[in-house]
């Protein structure tokens, strides 16, 4: 069974930083990319970032470019989302997908991670 487990998620100041992680079981992802998405109270959920797991090639949302960054850990079958500059609008849940296609049709997801800004 596939599990994807975030953690990471938390309270924090404008301007500040957080790093999520997403820990993935039961199969390796080395074909397929892995994502982000987040879903604001009363949005529909959006993309913010995936990696094509075997290049290491990113692809972000324009509203992160330039303050998020996503890498992975092969070894540790886990991606990362380092977050910094943080705004008020990015609270949201954050979710981890995996085996996902490049037109970001994921196959598997967690159970996401709440991410608060203060202003």
């Known amino acids: 069974q596939v599990q994807l487990v975030e953690s990471g998620g938390g309270l924090v100041q404008t301007g500040g930083s957080l790093r999520l992680s997403c820990v993935g079981s039961g199969r390796t992802f080395s074909s397929t990319f892995m994502g982000w998405f987040r879903q604001a109270p009363g949005k529909e959920r959006e993309f913010v970032a995936d990696i094509r797991w075997s290049s290491g090639i990113s692809y972000y949302a324009d509203s992160v470019l330039g303050r998020f960054t996503i890498s992975r850990d092969a070894a540790k079958n886990t991606v990362y989302l380092q977050m910094n500059s943080l705004k008020p609008e990015d609270t949201a849940i954050y979710y981890c997908?995996?085996?996902?296609?490049?037109?970001?049709?994921?196959?598997?997801w967690g159970q996401g991670t709440q991410v608060t800004v203060s202003s």
């Open positions: 997908a995996g085996d996902g296609t490049a037109a970001r049709n994921y196959m598997y």
